[in-house]
């Protein structure tokens, strides 16, 4: 910059050599200014974006931010504009006499004492009508859903629906509330699905083995209020593989919903001598079923996730794959190497957290095949809306009170 400003003032007047200088550095200026906003990338997809709400809980916390964020900016504006009129009009002058002080001035004492009371009382009376608001007992008619956290995978229950069991991706009613009843099969992890709002921790029982002790459950209550996929993440840091702890909300129309639980409770069954038919019978003769259920076959395990449909699900291991054969494959050889620190046995010693399975290639392959088919048959075969699929309250747990859901870590119906 020196050397060319230079090269200017050296063609010209010993004055203008200054000009292009100054131009030079207010333009440096501007380009980084223009390049850090360029950076902090102010557009894009944001699929967990909170400021996208599609439930009511969420649009209200975001209502509440707004508000919040005016005032402060608001407040931003008048310290920023006192602060400049102060230093342009009150600097000091050569010459000039010593500042008059102002100390005991009462008319500024108490507009200095109301003015932040004020900006308090306009920020705190939003914020507890917002808290309230979203803290509320759920409505009788919720969809009540059990949330667990693992490490590293969260189970969805439904007691309403005869205890159906999921994992990672809970299936989700538009415009009907869900009472989400949280609570940890291991350490702290936090739920949340930012574009439905609330996060909220989930905590470890620590009192089990005691039925009679008081379950540690939180609460998230919300209605959604749009269809669509919202991707979600463990919020509080649970281990090696918390940042692989993703989730995904399915909202769906009550149709669609009803059309999943149907084909939950009538899984699909591979054909006769196919590849898919040798691993699920590889799947049923090994370890797999010890710590996993399907739906329909022998495998009754509750260590791991319920794998009924996982070939529908999007992403396989929290959100660690895309579904595919070949996902399945990764993932059942060398579970380790996707998922650090995951309890999931891979093949051969040290590919996975617990003692191998030993499978072979042809073996892996053909498990591999058999869960990604693990998906609802043809649409033809989902039933149309308003056919028989149990009525909240009529299966499973029946009474819709939170409490009563909460005592099933380790077993209860599937
Ligand atoms: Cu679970 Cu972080």
Redesign the pocket.
Known sequence: MTVRGRGVSAGGAERTGRTPDAALRWLTALAALGLALAASACSGEHPQSTFRPTSQYASTLNGLFNNTFWWTMLVLAIVWGVLLVIIFRFREKPGAPPPQHIHGHTTLEILWTIGPALIVAFIAVPTIRTIFETQAAAPKDALVVEVI?HQ?WWEFRYPQYGGIATANEVHLIQGRPVDFVEHSADVI?SFWIPRLGGKRDVNPQPALRDPNAPKRVNHIVLTPDSTGVFPGQ?A???GAS?AV?RTRAVVQTNADFNGWIQAYNTPPNPAQGSVEAQGKQIFESHICMACHTINGTNARGVIGPNLTLVGSRQTIGAGALPTSVASFQTWITHPEGVKPGAMMPGIREGAGGMPPTGLTGPQVQAVAAYLASLRPAAAGAIPAPGSAVPAPGAAGAGAPRPTTTTTTTTGGVR
Do not use: A, I, S, T
């Open positions: 956290g590293w992890h463990c509080e840091y649970c918390h702890m």
